[in-house]
């Protein structure tokens, strides 16, 4: 239903506009995933690629007239050494950059790839490092704690708390000047972020800073803890400052 209202968004734009949505449109689709679930062989600890991913088409040819867009879909554009794992075991070393428009991990073999035509499987059992950063694909909670799965990046994890971010990105799209006087705005990529807590074992919510609501995901044993070293919620306002408050109860009745 998305599709078809996009196709039909298309149709009623004029040939500028029409021209800049069928490009963002096949860019979308070039790196959507179109064959089925693979099949494993967990005892391997350097087993095929194609046992740990799942096809996607090529992505050759997205660079092709999308100059114009500002921005990219990824967090880091060029592939980063990484680390794959199968349930905690370590499947080998491979190039990963996150796509975080699609929320993909995609794969590749050669580090100057500019382009990929695999990505890992979205499942729980399989989580990777890139560089220093540690990218799980996990069950959590939107602000309105609706169910949602995705890519979440590990930022703390302790005794009794973990932290998470949610990085992802938004396409905006750009705009003709309707007069000489005006300027065309450009499309863009967006980059946004959203902090998640959980205790020990428990879904993972998105959590705005500088609430009350903090309090609510906090164990009832350390909530009282936590209040009287932060007196002013409205001073966690970054997340450092969340991590380093989680840390202090985190340490307490172990």
Same mark, same amino acid.
């Given at each position: 239903?998305?599709?078809?209202?996009?196709? $039909? !968004?298309? !149709?009623?734009? @004029? @040939?500028?506009?029409?021209? !800049?949505?069928?490009?963002?449109?096949?860019?979308?689709?070039?790196?959507?995933?179109?064959?089925?679930?693979?099949?494993? @062989?967990?005892?391997?600890?350097?087993?095929?690629?194609?046992?740990?991913?799942?096809?996607?088409?090529?992505?050759?040819?997205?660079?092709?007239?999308?100059? =114009?867009?500002?921005?990219?879909?990824?967090? @880091? =554009?060029?592939?980063?050494?990484?680390?794959?794992?199968?349930?905690?075991?370590?499947?080998?070393?491979?190039?990963?950059?996150?796509?975080?428009?699609?929320?993909?991990?995609?794969?590749?073999?050669?580090?100057?790839?500019?382009?990929?035509?695999?990505?890992?499987?979205?499942?729980?059992?399989?989580?990777?490092?890139?560089?220093?950063?540690?990218?799980?694909?996990?069950?959590?909670? =939107?602000?309105?704690?609706?169910?949602?799965?995705?890519?979440?990046?590990?930022?703390?994890?302790?005794?009794?708390?973990?932290?998470?971010?949610?990085?992802?990105?938004?396409?905006?799209?750009?705009?003709?000047?309707?007069?000489?006087?005006?300027?065309?705005?450009?499309?863009?990529?967006?980059?946004?972020?959203?902090?998640? $807590?959980?205790?020990?074992?428990?879904?993972?919510?998105? $959590?705005?800073?500088?609430?009350?609501?903090?309090?609510?995901?906090?164990?009832?044993?350390?909530?009282?803890?936590?209040?009287?070293?932060?007196?002013?919620?409205?001073?966690?306002?970054? $997340?450092?400052?969340?991590?380093?408050?989680?840390?202090?109860?985190?340490?307490?009745?172990?």
């Amino acid at each position: 239903m998305i599709f078809y209202n996009y196709v $039909l !968004l298309i !149709l009623n734009s @004029n @040939n500028n506009e029409m021209n !800049l949505k069928l490009t963002f449109l096949a860019f979308t689709f070039s790196t959507y995933i179109c064959f089925g679930q693979p099949t494993f @062989n967990y005892g391997s600890s350097s087993s095929e690629l194609f046992e740990v991913t799942k096809k996607i088409n090529s992505v050759k040819s997205y660079e092709t007239g999308l100059e =114009d867009i500002i921005g990219s879909a990824y967090i @880091n =554009d060029a592939f980063q050494s990484g680390v794959i794992f199968k349930n905690s075991e370590s499947d080998g070393s491979w190039f990963i950059r996150y796509n975080a428009y699609n929320d993909e991990m995609e794969i590749s073999k050669n580090p100057d790839s500019n382009s990929s035509a695999e990505a890992l499987l979205k499942t729980k059992e399989i989580y990777c490092i890139i560089g220093n950063e540690k990218y799980l694909y996990k069950n959590y909670l =939107d602000e309105s704690s609706s169910d949602k799965e995705g890519y979440l990046r590990e930022v703390f994890t302790g005794n009794k708390y973990e932290i998470y971010v949610r990085d992802y990105k938004k396409f905006k799209e750009g705009k003709k000047a309707k007069t000489t006087l005006e300027s065309d705005i450009p499309a863009k990529f967006i980059y946004k972020f959203q902090i998640l $807590l959980a205790a020990k074992n428990s879904t993972p919510k998105v $959590l705005k800073l500088k609430s009350k609501k903090i309090l609510n995901l906090l164990l009832k044993e350390d909530r009282k803890s936590f209040s009287e070293n932060n007196p002013s919620l409205r001073k966690i306002n970054d $997340l450092e400052k969340l991590i380093s408050s989680i840390k202090v109860i985190d340490k307490k009745n172990n």
